[in-house]
């Protein structure tokens, strides 16, 4: 294994990285950008208000991204395997 193969393994590791969170993040992004301004808006500042959405939000989202996440994951699995048994 040479410095490129290193390279090339490392930046299909942050893309994996990037497609199985990224929908997740981006799900908790937008649902604290809604209640920030829901509470600008309003003048609540209720601390604990945050939370409570978020966590139903993001708990929703892993449960309907988690094919999609698994089948990003185990299909760079099978890529590294293959490298490993070519290599």
Known sequence: MNEADVLEISRLTFFVIL???GPIMLA?????????????LT???EMTLT?????IVIFGAIIL???FMMNAIIEFTRVLFDRIAVG
């Open 19 to 21: 497609q199985a969170s």
């Open 28 to 40: 908790g992004l937008v649902v604290g950008l809604i209640i920030a301004i829901f509470q600008t």
């Open 43 to 45: 003048s609540i500042q």
């Open 51 to 55: 939370f409570v959405p978020k966590i």
């Open 65 to 67: 991204f988690m094919p």
